[in-house]
């Protein structure tokens, strides 16, 4: 079973960047990759994804982090990356590095926390 480890997170003020990482304990070349966020009260929910395409990659991205966020991989080193610019409180939450296959994978979260 593939593992997951999120590092990165921390306390930001608002307009402030981080950027997570997600190492995986095997290749993440083939599979379709995401980071999901969980504010409390609230249900997990998509922020960006690299899914396989015929032919290449593509991204995709939650309306609310579009322009903002950049999801990206390295492959030689297993690792996906979210770098998250111009955070804004609302951005607050626990994020999920993911392989959503037909039986998802999850990292154990990182806490990104923006002061106003």
């Known amino acids: 079973q593939v593992q997951l480890v999120e590092s990165g997170g921390g306390l930001v003020q608002a307009g402030g960047s981080l950027r997570l990482s997600c190492v995986a304990s095997r290749s993440i070349n083939d599979v379709d990759v995401a980071w999901y966020r969980q504010a409390p009260g609230k249900e997990r929910g998509l922020v960006a994804a690299?899914?396989?395409?015929?032919?290449?990659?593509?991204?995709r991205y939650a309306d609310a982090v579009k322009g903002r966020f950049t999801i990206s991989k390295d492959n030689l080193k297993n690792t996906l990356y979210l770098q998250m610019n111009n955070l804004q409180p609302e951005d607050t939450g626990m994020y999920y590095c993911?392989?959503?296959?037909?039986?998802?994978?999850w990292g154990q979260g990182t806490q990104v926390t923006v002061s106003s």
């Open positions: 993911a392989l959503p296959s037909a039986t998802p994978i």
């Open positions: 690299i899914n396989k395409g015929l032919t290449s990659d593509y991204t």
